[in-house]
């Protein structure tokens, strides 16, 4: 894989991969069973020090594993993983969700709903394997919404001295509160506390952030965009840092459901076409779920105008690889630890409703959806069809933009 097969998102990670400043001596060669936790803000590169590990201590004769929750995100790392293979010998790093590492060594496959009960069973019966392969260090992603049976098989894992590094947020759990082997680990480890945002534009960071503390506690969002607006994430303050490129707005835009054909047609028109140096798999295409008349459309569309994609929306789908002449459509579930240059999302107003169903956190859901760009994000909402999430972002965005006049305000409600 040349760079010349990648997008610009997959060029900006792998510098930050290949720079191993912030985890140069983490891992000193005489430190038996080192914990380390990485924990801050959603988008302050969590995952990037996984990988950083990655790159840094993989090459070395040690056996490593990076283990996630999302299925998507294990695709993208090991697309990030072979672009580096001139440096991580074949074989030193594998890169596995945790359901699949599971199916590799459990025979009984996981029927819905009772999966932490089949995972269970799996942890059982791994504990029991005489030649369970261990490793010499396990990067665990997304450690906040791991359950019990999915933290246990990551120490299951280690070898007898291995690191054990793990990324984790306070207050990020998607499902429910963190299990108890990850509290306990928390205590445990050496933290390192990340502030800076890499990845989002700072209103785009703006945005997300006051969605993911202030939905649901109006008040609180007012404080934190007074905090915003005062202090802009100052150095001293305790807000998120925002570093990435860019000072435009997200956008809201509303189209005309009646025409909703032609309306995604043409929305989709526009937001296909490259800037820059841009690849197709620089694109975003987010949506709430499969069951969503939007996404039908979107890749109706995209088939009409002959464009290709890579489709995890379906539970089906989301250990494919991507493909840089390809753009990506993603549920805003399966989209978390992955970006793009520009985003483009479908269903926002049907958070609340699928946040209830999936029994998932709607803060951290909205946040995952507004913050998956770097550069540009769009949130397309049919005419009529508003939700207390699409009247608070709305709400929000109006408010950032008042007491940051300086930046060229959004358009609501019409065509960028």
Not at 66 to 80: E, P
Not at 120 to 139: I, N, P, W, Y
Not at 265 to 283: Q, Y
Not at 320 to 348: D, P, Q, W, Y
């Amino acid at each position: 894989m040349t760079m010349n097969t990648l997008g610009v998102c997959d060029t900006n990670k792998l510098n930050l991969m290949m720079d191993d400043r912030d985890v140069r001596g983490l891992l000193p060669s005489e430190m038996k069973r080192p914990r380390i936790l990485f924990r801050g803000y959603p988008g302050t590169g969590k995952t990037i020090r996984l990988l950083q590990m990655m790159t840094h201590y993989g090459s070395s004769p040690r056996k490593t594993l990076f283990l996630c929750y999302n299925k998507v995100l294990a695709s993208d790392v090991r697309r990030m993983r072979d672009a580096l293979k001139e440096r991580l010998p074949a074989g030193d790093v594998e890169v596995l969700d945790v359901f699949k590492l599971a199916m590799d060594h459990y025979k009984e496959r996981p029927i819905a709903p009772d999966y932490d009960g089949w995972g269970g069973r799996a942890v059982t019966h791994m504990r029991d394997m005489a030649s369970l392969r261990k490793f010499d260090m396990v990067l665990l992603d997304e450690a906040q919404d791991m359950k019990a049976w999915m933290f246990e098989l990551a120490e299951l894992l280690c070898s007898e001295d291995a690191a054990l590094c793990v990324a984790g947020g306070k207050g990020q759990g998607l499902y429910g509160k963190p299990c108890d082997r990850y509290e306990r680990f928390v205590v445990e480890a050496n933290k390192r506390e990340m502030r800076r945002n890499f990845r989002n534009a700072p209103n785009i960071g703006r945005l997300a952030h006051t969605f993911f503390e202030g939905f649901q506690h109006p008040k609180k969002a007012d404080e934190m965009i007074g905090r915003f607006q005062a202090k802009q994430a100052s150095e001293e303050d305790e807000l998120p840092i925002f570093s990435g490129e860019g000072n435009g707005w997200p956008v809201v835009e509303s189209y005309d459901p009646t025409k909703r054909k032609d309306e995604i047609k043409r929305i989709v028109g526009d937001f296909v076409l490259l800037i820059g140096n841009e690849k197709p798999i620089d694109l975003l295409i987010l949506f709430p779920r499969e069951k969503n008349e939007d996404y039908h459309r979107v890749r109706d569309a995209l088939g009409e105008m002959k464009v290709p994609y890579t489709d995890y929306v379906p539970l089906s789908n989301r250990r494919k690889e991507g493909h840089v002449n390809r753009i990506r459509l993603c549920t805003f579930h399966s989209s978390r630890g992955i970006e793009g240059t520009r985003a483009l999302i479908f269903g926002f107003h049907e958070i609340p409703k699928i946040s209830k169903e999936k029994k998932s956190n709607s803060n951290h859901l909205g946040y995952i959806a507004l913050s998956r760009a770097m550069r540009a994000c769009t949130i397309c909402i049919p005419k009529g069809e508003s939700s207390k999430a699409t009247e608070f972002l709305k709400e929000s965005l109006t408010k950032l933009q008042e007491g940051l006049p300086k930046f060229k305000k959004a358009e609501i409600g019409g065509r960028r």
